[in-house]
């Protein structure tokens, strides 16, 4: 059972719409990373949290600790930002990351 | 060139055959990666290194061989090539990994591996 769990696998949506994909992990953690990938297969990283919210551009990416639940926003989507989105989390201690098997976005125009 | 780059990005070979895939950063970054990514399974982590000379290994590391002689190189070898390797490879970086530091990891462009 994969300790990172990303919820939807897929998702559809009308260019224009809010999104929002959801990261839950099992134990402590002391980072969360959203990454993003084209279809071209590039990885980005987008944000590093520990707590609270970050916000670039429209992406907002908020976390909450006692939960152990992270999300991505993105408003105004657009067709553009079609693409896996990756959340990973490392452990309390640990110097590697784990991964969420990725949520695959699409927009249409 | 700047940053983080893999070569080659397409491989093609055999079944026994000894393949290496090079990562190269120019960041002088302490911490280097190495994943493969499959369908079905993510990102998973294959070795990883804090520094030259010091690599661990990680999620599933059978098959693979990896070296640091330089800071800034960090190569991945599959020393007898089996099918179940035919994966995407990714090379990655990090400054640090610990506390508030620069943590963000930056990876390379991959390397899409066949194994016939």
């Known amino acids: 059972k994969n300790e990172v769990e990303q919820s939807p696998q897929n998702l559809t949506a009308q260019e224009g719409e809010f999104i929002t994909i959801n990261c839950s992990y099992s134990?402590?953690?002391?980072?969360l990373h959203w990454l993003q990938q084209h279809p071209g297969g590039g990885i980005v990283s987008l944000f590093m949290?520990?707590?609270g919210k970050k916000k670039h551009g429209r992406l907002i990416a908020t976390i909450n600790i006692q939960e152990k639940h992270s999300s991505l926003h993105i408003t105004a989507s657009h067709p553009r930002d079609s693409a896996v989105y990756i959340c990973?989390?490392?452990?309390?201690?640990?110097?590697?990351?784990?991964f969420g098997q990725g949520t695959r976005l699409t927009i249409n125009p | 060139d700047a940053g983080i780059t893999q070569s080659p990005r397409y491989k093609i070979t055999e079944t026994g055959r000894q393949v290496t895939l090079m990562c190269h950063q120019t960041?002088?970054?302490?911490?280097m990666f190495w994943y493969r990514q499959d369908l079905g399974h993510g990102l998973r982590l294959i070795y990883y290194?804090?520094?030259?000379?010091?690599?661990d290994k990680g999620e599933v590391p059978d098959g693979y061989v990896v070296s640091r002689s330089k800071t800034e190189n960090f190569p991945l070898t599959l020393e007898s090539a089996t099918r179940s390797q035919t994966s995407v490879y990714f090379c990655?970086?990090?400054?640090?990994?610990?506390?508030?530091?620069?943590?963000?990891?930056?990876f390379g462009p991959g390397t899409r591996l066949t194994v016939l």
């Open positions: 949290l520990s707590s």
């Open positions: 134990v402590g953690i002391s980072a």
């Open positions: 290194s804090a520094a030259a000379d010091i690599t």
């Open positions: 960041w002088s970054h302490s911490y």
């Open positions: 990973a989390v490392r452990w309390k201690g640990a110097q590697k990351l784990v």
């Open positions: 990655a970086s990090s400054e640090s990994v610990g506390g508030t530091g620069h943590n963000e990891q930056f």
